[in-house]
């Protein structure tokens, strides 16, 4: 396992709300947010949207305008088919034909510029995908066009890793792929080698799932592409500073992360709505450094761990990893 930390521009955006809708802040100039995320150890990723707006959308000058705050281009989301009305019944499962159509082509598009700036991979989200009501949409049909629709743009360009990210709801009340389960079920289903899954930390804990434990099955299938870290109380996706909530649990995945192979990126994905941006981002860095560190530190006692793991001797787990650790 390698450790490589990302992050998008949205970490320092205006962080417009139902209530609030221009935000609490004034937006940065482009040249500021990327000073901040060039100062911050440890940060040497921009996990880039397309379209790209406000950074180039030329791949030659992103990756020049990237450079020169000593970043690079980590992974690409396929961002298009999230903010515009036109896709509210769904990009991927609609039974309107010329949005699908627009879909793939968007998709694409975005395969093709993710290649152009060598990023490791392209996120998928089907945002919309899902249904709010009883007796409001067909279920077989609507995972049918879903996987469909997935499984034409994967077969677009082989070379491309495709990451599918789960989530339970929002903006649906229910989304068609809503935890790691369904995602695993819908990659397979999908059948390519080239679309996995992103586990977004803040997703599985709002799904109630055990972070170690859907780590662990997604890389079982080779399926674990991406990963976003942030988090949340368990009852939404305010997508808060990752490390500062669910200590156990996180040290726990990151345990298991430290027995995978997973050389890919941890994208910090966080708001800080009514906090100082900057300072923000730079704590989740540096809470994912410091979390690594510690499982590092149990990772020398991992024989030890595992025996009692073996023997359900929870306890003796405890009692050792407190003495580690504090």
Known sequence: MKLNVDAHL????????????????????????????????????????????PLPSDPDRLVKKLADYNLIVSNVAASATWGDPKFKHGAHCTTEKNIIKETIKSYKEAIDFAKAVKAGSILLWPAHDGFDYPFQVNYKDGWKRLVETVREVGEYDRSVKMAIEAKSKDPRQ??????????????????????????????????GECLAESLMLINSQKKLFQIHINENFKDADPDMIFGSINFWEILEYFYYL????????QAIDIIAPRDDRGKSLEIGVKLVWKYNELADKLMKYEAEIDKNIQGYHFADNMNLIRDVIF
């Open 258 to 265: 430290k027995k995978t192979d997973y050389e890919g990126w």
């Open 174 to 207: 229910k989304e068609y792929i809503n935890d790691t389960g369904k995602a695993l079920t819908f990659v397979n289903e999908v059948g390519l080698d080239n679309v996995g899954c992103a586990l977004d930390i803040g997703h599985a804990l709002m799904a």
């Open 10 to 53: 949205w970490c320092l955006g205006t962080y417009a709300e139902r209530y609030v809708p221009a935000g609490y802040y004034d937006d940065m100039t482009l040249d500021e947010k990327l000073e901040i995320m060039s100062k911050i150890e440890g940060l040497t990723g921009n996990f880039t949207l397309y379209p790209t707006e």
